[in-house]
């Protein structure tokens, strides 16, 4: 009798244990509204669809937390079952790696930072390339030379998404300025309005964006200027004003991390070193208007019109465009915007000839490149 | 039927009434979960389970109720002269902003450190109150415009400061200060965020107040301003001298709120958006709620903690939208102000 009972419990215990292996709770802590048409939003579509991708997994998610309160939503949702939690967003890297070493069972996912703990690895899904491209095409639009840019915070992310699309305005017009201006804040309607208002007001014909609503395209359109998606498909705002733009698919990253958290290859022992950069290559980053359309067949024929010189040889900016575009998506690219030599704006050499710029590097950047106008802080001199 | 005034409404008929405008409160924001589809009763199970059964919740709970408490009895004082002053968010921000000074740049023995963070905050939101209560006095500017106004000062001012001379070294691109040291930051309740003795002074205050406004001729000569500004001239109280004290009572209040929330929690100054969480706005229902008894505020604060950290619980358990806090706190000054006209008028049918 005794015997069987033994029996009976390890049999409950062994299949507790393997339902625990298929009960995956992922849990998503995010820093912005779910409806701010941007970077949260993304977020949330890659949520959905590894939840739909992974058979037994089941998700969870908290908006709009502020930093302070990542410790306290990190406790309730732990206490509510979670077994691996994301972090989406810079500012919770700190309390992350706290959480992190509360809960050394739990494993943890901090997008866009750079510390790591043996329960807590880091992902980002990364713009630079595909920055180079929209800065291509803006260069070959506009007629002022002066080409608008709304953006977030002056951290490193910005700079080099800046960067390389100053670097791709200049390969077409060399005379071209990308004209910035901070608004210090992610998701803040008014003050983007604001920004694009009078970026347009000092003559720029067309702008682009890093922060996370679709005002820019909005408020663009309504004066007629063309602009460029951020994030998701923003072409429906404004389909005779979208040119083309970068667009995220986090649920490429998403799947794979909680697929190999499915399968015992991520343990809470071994993710010290997992950092996710993916790209184009991976599928995780896009070119286009909104999905499934690089450029808006409204611009195609200026684009094509529109020539550059690449090696000496003349040729349509539309086929450049493509021709990087396809590149980057090969399981081996060749093409990199940051290979030196590049200058920064204050000429001062920061890529020399023949290299390519790190991860960490890129990760660090602080420099910004030439044709970039308007103040960067903590720029070195 | 019609209204018919009620010359000195009973302590009773006070309690009822309020009892019936957060009750209605309820029931209406009852009405908003179910449109969301979830049954309200889970709805407040849950965020009583989440808040009173759990001691985390209870955490969170008073961690938003300290700065609510000490605004809170400031600002039922203030209501009580009729200083409208809708400024603590601003006030707040201003302690926070002195508070900072003084930690990251005022060189002072750690044991004192503390001592004048606290201080200079209460003489920040202070003054950034006395100003109001002067334009008022000498210019008979609207105070509630003026406290208003002033918020969003204090806002761009901590924005500034952040974003220009006080920023952090290695904030990479973000705007904050550098963080706070060891010893000038308040310790907590063990692996909590509660900084008690903010909650401490908090509960000091609101029983200091009390007795200042029942048992002293100061609280006589306030309450006779707030309640008959023409017999208080009459008798040759100053009117002005009430809103003066009045201000640099509920404005230090409220700084010493804005100390508590960065040198308890954030240590570090930071966006204003992000220091404070509208504690300064969420008080003005707490203070009404009190009906002008700083003592009471000792229930309320706490009640409003609960639905703040209950919205919370919310948030997590069942993705409600993260606006679902502001709803509630809507919802129940509107039944609270609309419960005004039913604790001065009595519903006579015909």
């Given at each position: 009798m005794k015997i069987r009972l033994l029996a009976l419990l390890v049999a409950l215990g062994l299949g507790l244990g393997l339902a625990q292996q298929s009960n995956l709770k992922a849990c998503f802590i995010y820093v912005g509204p779910i409806g701010d048409v941007g970077w949260t939003y993304a977020h949330d579509e890659g949520r959905r669809a590894a939840e739909k991708a992974i058979p037994g997994l089941t998700t969870q998610y908290v908006e709009s937390v502020k930093p302070a309160d990542t410790l306290a939503t990190v406790d309730r949702l732990v206490a509510g079952g979670c077994n691996v939690i994301f972090t989406t967003s810079f500012d919770f890297m700190d309390q992350t790696l706290e959480a992190a070493k509360k809960y050394p069972n739990v494993i943890f996912a901090h997008a866009s930072g750079f510390k790591r703990a043996p329960n807590m690895l880091t992902y980002m899904a990364d713009f630079y390339q595909i920055y180079y491209l929209n800065g291509l095409m803006a260069g070959a639009l506009t007629k002022s030379g002066k080409v608008g840019y709304v953006a977030a915070f002056p951290i490193p992310e910005l700079k080099r998404h800046i960067s390389a699309f100053a670097l791709g305005v200049r390969a077409v017009n060399p005379r071209a300025t990308v004209n910035v201006k901070w608004i210090n804040a992610w998701y803040s309607p008014v003050k983007a309005r604001e920004a694009t208002e009078a970026l347009i007001a000092e003559g720029n014909d067309i702008v682009a964006f890093t922060e996370d609503t679709a005002t820019v395209i909005q408020t663009a359109a309504r004066r007629r200027v063309p602009s460029f998606s951020h994030y998701n498909s923003m072409y429906k705002y404004a389909p005779d004003y979208v040119v083309s733009g970068q667009l995220v698919d986090w649920s490429v990253i998403y799947i794979d991390i909680l697929k190999k958290v499915q399968n015992g290859t991520y343990t809470p022992k071994n993710l010290e070193n997992v950092d996710y950069w993916w790209l184009a290559r991976e599928r995780a980053v896009m070119l286009g208007a909104q999905v499934g359309m690089p450029i808006n067949p409204k611009f195609e024929p200026a684009l094509k019109q529109a020539t550059m010189v690449v090696n000496g040889k003349r040729m349509s900016v539309y086929d450049r465009v493509m021709e990087l575009y396809r590149d980057i998506q090969s399981p081996n690219p060749k093409w990199d915007p940051f290979t030196g030599p590049i200058r920064d704006r204050n000429g001062v050499l920061r890529v020399p000839a023949g290299r390519r710029m790190t991860v960490k590097e890129l990760n660090e950047m602080q420099w910004v490149a030439p044709g970039v106008v308007g103040p960067v802080p903590d720029e070195p001199k | 039927m019609r209204l018919e005034p009620l010359p000195n409404p009973s302590p009773l008929r006070s309690v009822g009434v309020t009892l019936l405008a957060l009750g209605l409160a309820f029931a209406l924001v009852g009405g908003v979960f179910w449109a969301y589809g979830l049954s309200p009763l889970e709805a407040y199970r849950t965020m009583l389970e989440g808040t009173l059964l759990d001691p985390r919740g209870w955490q969170e709970v008073l961690r938003r109720t300290i700065p609510l408490l000490l605004i809170g009895a400031g600002l039922s004082l203030a209501f009580r002269t009729q200083f409208y002053n809708i400024g603590a968010e601003g006030q707040l921000l201003l302690g926070a902003v002195l508070a900072a000074g003084v930690a990251l740049f005022l060189p002072l023995p750690p044991a004192l450190s503390l001592p004048a963070m606290a201080l200079a905050a209460a003489l920040g939101g202070a003054l950034w109150c006395g100003l109001a209560a002067w334009l008022k006095n000498?210019?008979?500017?609207?105070e509630i415009l003026t406290t208003l106004m002033l918020n969003y000062v204090a806002q761009s001012l901590v924005i500034y400061l952040i974003n220009g001379?006080?920023?952090?070294?290695?904030v990479r691109g973000y705007i904050y200060s550098d963080r706070f040291a060891e010893y000038q930051q308040l310790p907590v309740?063990?692996?909590?965020?509660?900084?008690w003795p903010t909650l401490a002074l908090g509960i000091a205050l609101a029983l200091l107040l009390q007795l200042l406004l029942f048992r002293s001729t100061l609280g006589f000569r306030l309450r006779v301003v707030g309640e008959n500004p023409g017999a208080a001239r009459y008798l040759g109280i100053s009117q002005s001298r009430a809103f003066l004290v009045v201000a640099l009572i509920t404005g230090g209040a409220a700084g010493l709120a804005g100390f508590g929330e960065i040198a308890g929690i954030h240590h570090r100054l930071i966006e204003p958006t992000q220091l404070s969480s509208g504690y300064g706005f969420t008080a003005i229902i707490v203070a009404w709620l009190a009906r002008g008894n700083p003592a009471l505020v000792l229930l309320t604060a706490p009640l409003m903690g609960l639905i703040l950290a209950g919205g919370d619980v919310l948030k997590v358990s069942f993705n409600l939208p993260f606006r679902i806090v502001d709803v509630f706190s809507g919802v129940m000054l509107f039944a609270l102000i609309g419960s005004e006209l039913f604790l001065r008028y009595r519903l006579r049918h015909r």
């Open positions: - | 000498r210019f008979y500017v609207n001379p006080w920023r952090g070294k290695d309740l063990l692996g909590s965020n509660v900084h």
